[in-house]
């Protein structure tokens, strides 16, 4: 066995010479003797990410800051910026002022949400509320040096010009000067700070002095200036400073670090103390220079015999320039040639080890594990955690498999490795045209290896099986699932199992979800099975799948880690996810059901291998530590100390596109609603969030109010697109998550109307609506009138026919009678009145009269038009009968709906005494402007309803033929219950119809409707 120990030392001590070799050759720290730094490389410690100018990152970012709303602001040579973690913006200023420098040279955001920024020339401006404005009282004079704010919110401005320097504060809409020469020493300005009270401290270049509010003038410290001074403060408010040759707190308390000048003397030293403890320095010519906590607080002991300084070369360009650190905890660094990011990881990747080409097989229970690589065995064991080679010269490892007992069978490319408590073996195997993929242990002392076919290695001899375990063969996995059953995957085959010596296939065909099967791991009562596809879970019954279509995260899944904790770590294609097992439980149940994952190492490139068969990827030691075979060799994870970011993130809208035109938004306005063109068809919508760990990792939801039923998952996705929308007045609502599934639940939101086109107003649709219902109307009248009309016509055609009959029956009949009885008359003149012959002509002439009278009577009937005409024909039938009443204005009816309407209420009368048993019968004619009704009551015993359903009694045709005559007329008829007893017939003729003419009920009113009269009392 070959311990890694002295490798690694030996490997950390040639660092340590190479950088301070390198150090010390470009002089950038100069110890003095008798003190000694430490030089480490704390970049594996960290997530390093770094956005060059060929990225999209502007160029010589000299100042960075943080705004309320979550956005990274840059001030550099080109400009400001603003940057979201994935799209930098370049931000104009609102008024063009050519003499105004593109070179931002300092930054500061005041504690009510502006952001100042300083240029190289040009003064000073602020961005609010969208819009970045100057703030200048009259010209503008030198290069923006530092800005800061004291305590009582005055914002201080130093300037630097060739000749002087220029210091001045705006508070309440006013500036204040101070006068160089008489307020503070005509030297240059370096930096500028705010101390623990607020107060102003400056740094020039041969003293240092602090504002006094009390006495509104500066008192100079104790403390010297010097070239390329830079201030800053720690976590308990003591200010530092920094120099060309010197690094030392501004009290004089403790002791002094020596440095040794720089060789860009333009640049000065900048730093930044973070939330840590940890000092940050920039402004070197290679690289930033970082001191942990105990450094410093062994420095503010005076103890400087032995002072660690870690060296983080790994920076974008040759120099550093700006530090700063977000409220996430995420360090930034502008550089010249772009920005870099560091923040803490929790994937740490052990770059010293080759690629490995196994998964990892435990050893017993003592948490030792194995791994293979192309040069060979290596183990994990022991406490401390210790990294070893137990073989390098065994070839080519394809796979390892181990017993109950701890027995280990390694197959490579020299053969068959028997590892156990009596030492190693070794056994010649080489089948021909195959390479060993699995291995397997019996549980008998027996493994069996698939090749090409299925092999067995006992006693140290290998021969082809012949039993039943030749149904195993052909497998790129294999696994023991106690004693001596086997689980076997043939590729796109089958998933095989032999349990006490049966064999079956519980899985099979090309059809398998989860596609290709890379792991299998045993858990109580099943299997948990990762796929290229997806992951699986067989319960002794049936499979339960989760697809990547749904979960993207659980494309090709290598290693399945279910954990005491209640959780389940995957290694997939898309990084090292962890899940809550209660929700894997729930999404096998219903595979729609949303799955939660905390994805790990993505930004950092770790993914699951792809150019092996049986995988094992991720196994948990005995301390609780977490191995991985990632793509990029062995890295590990320690889950109690995962850095969780638990800071909602912003949410922003950047913009939005109606129809290919740019709408301006402004964020800071609360309640305004963009209104949108008419015919505005397209709406793009761009939103982002404002977390840094991690951007690519943000997630978001959304919705369109009055259009999305339910909220819409983008997963990364930083843009809605709509189609098709109709007027109206929407609120999109976008909330998003960080990598650590942080929920902003507020999110941000965009109200915005599209008007319409006039004909897709309201008042448009309801004119229409009006107008249908109006057309409507007058159609159901006209169909009404049409058919008024036809009945009306039918009955004008009978009051012909009768005119003519009655013309007729006078012109013919009558005059013809008259003639007759003219010539009886003459006879009975003529003969004797003694004679029985003269008493017969006379008694004939008396009954030729009467029949005179009657046929004239008949013939006025014909030619009957006065409205008295139904009212007396009506009080006759009702005498002796029934009450007759008649209310409104009596116009004349048509002689034939006057006989009809006479018939129908004869047969109610009839009705009612004969088989109603009525007491009382009452008839009520009502005229009225659009119909003529007539009601006959009575107190009767009322008609079944049965007998009204079928239209009448059996062999009776009464109530039918009063159907019959209403409608020849063109009327209704209704039988209704009569209150408690008897029953209510009531006829309604439209008056179209009943009446003769239209135009008396408009030329006079002589009765109102209402008024009423009786006739035809009983006696």
Known sequence: MISLRPVFDLLANRYRLAFLALLFGMMIVAPRAGQALDFTLPTTEMRHVKWSIAEGAPANIVAIAQTPDGFIWLGTATGLYRFDGVRFEHIEAQE?????????????????????????YGGVAVYRHGRLQGRNEGTPRGSVVAIAQ??????????????SQRLRYYKSGKWRVFTSGVDLPDEHTQDMIADRDGAIVIALSDSIHRFDPASGRFVRLNARGGDSVGLGKDRSGNVWIIDNDSLRRLDG??????????????????????????????????????????????????????LTVQVLPDVLGPLSLAPFQDREGNVWVGSPNGLDRFSAIDVHLVSSFPTTNTGFVPIGREGTFLFGTPKGLYRIHGNPIRTEMVAPNWGIIFNICSDHEGNVLVVSSKGLMLISRRGISR?????????????????????????????????GKVSEVADSAEALGHAMLMRNLGGSDILSYQALSALTVRRQGRISKIWQGRGIPVGFIKTVVPIPGGLLIGGEHGLARYDGARFATIDDRAHPFLANVTGILPRADGSTWLITGQG????????LDAAFLNPAQRLTAFVYGRDQGLRARSNWYDMNDIVEDRDGLLWLATNRGLAWIDPRKLVHNSIPPPVVIRNMVADDHVIALDNSADGTRQSLPPGTDRITIDYTALSFTDPAANKFRYRLVGFDQEWVDAGERRQANYGNLAPGSYRFQVIAANGDGVWNEQGAALDFYIQPYFYQTWWFRALLVTALFLFVIVLVRWRSRAAADRTRRRVEVQVEERERIARELHDTLLQGLQGLMMRFQAVAEITPSDTAARGMLERALERGDDLMIA????????????????????ASLAEDRADLHIIGYRRPVCAPVADEILAIVGEAIANAEQHAKAGHIAVELRYRMLALDVFVRDNGVGIAPAILASGGRRGHYGLQGMWERAGRIGGKLWFTPNGTNGTQVHLRVPARVAYQTRWDWFRKRGLRDGSSRSSGERS
Request: aromatic fraction near 8%.
């Open 855 to 874: 046929s004239r009577e008949r013939v006025l009937d014909l030619r009957a038009s006065d409205p008295g005409s139904l009212e007396s024909r009506m």
């Open 150 to 163: 004291s305590s009582d919110g005055a914002i201080w401005v130093a300037s630097e010009s060739s000749n």
């Open 253 to 306: 308390w403790g002791g002094t670090m020596r440095l040794t000048p720089g060789t860009t003397g333009y640049i000065g030293r900048r730093l930044l103390f973070d939330r840590d403890g940890r000092l940050w320095v920039t402004g070197q010519d290679r690289g930033i220079i970082r001191l942990l906590p105990e450094t410093l607080q062994r420095l503010e002991r005076g103890d400087t015999s032995r």
């Open 96 to 120: 063009g002022d050519p003499a105004r420098s593109l070179q931002i040279t300092a930054l500061l955001t005041a504690r009510n949400g502006d952001l100042w920024v300083g240029y190289d």
């Open 427 to 459: 056994t010649l195997f080489a089948p021909e045209g195959a390479t060993p993929t699995a291995c397997v242990s019996e549980g008998n002392g027996d493994w069996l290896i698939s090749a090409y076919g299925t092999y067995r290695l006992h006693a």
């Open 576 to 583: 090292i996810a962890k899940v809550r097992s209660a929700d």
